[in-house]
């Protein structure tokens, strides 16, 4: 079992800057990480990937260019840089990992991202 605990969420204004933090514990092993977000009466949607080896790294169209994802194996955590942030940017952000070609097996509780305009 992997357990996923997500932190840095908070209220910014447009134009600001978050950094969101994801620590996994447990059977880490070799995973994929990922960033999902959920706002208010929409589905989930991809954010952003890492790999395994953090050497590559996916983005959702909507995040490219002000969103970056990183992470520190030696701490077995993933970061979300999040810069330029904007009003559509609010949103619970969850963290995810899984095997790669499995998909997300493991899911974090969820930071709220409120951005005001």
């Known amino acids: 079992q992997v357990q996923l605990v997500e932190s840095g969420g908070g209220l910014v204004q447009a134009g600001g800057s978050l950094r969101l933090s994801c620590a996994a514990s447990g059977r880490t092993g070799r995973l994929i990480m990922g960033w999902f977000r959920q706002a208010p009466g929409k589905e989930r949607e991809f954010v952003a990937q890492?790999?395994?080896?953090?050497?590559?790294?996916y983005y959702a169209d909507s995040v490219k260019g002000r969103f970056t994802i990183s992470s520190d194996n030696g701490k077995n955590t993933v970061y979300l840089q999040m810069n330029s942030l904007k009003p559509e940017d609010t949103a619970v952000y969850y963290c995810?990992?899984?095997?790669?070609?499995?998909?997300?097996?493991?899911w974090g509780q969820g930071t709220q991202v409120t951005v005001s305009s």
């Open positions: 890492i790999s395994e080896s953090g050497s590559n790294t």
């Open positions: 995810a990992a899984g095997v790669s070609g499995t998909g997300y097996k493991y």
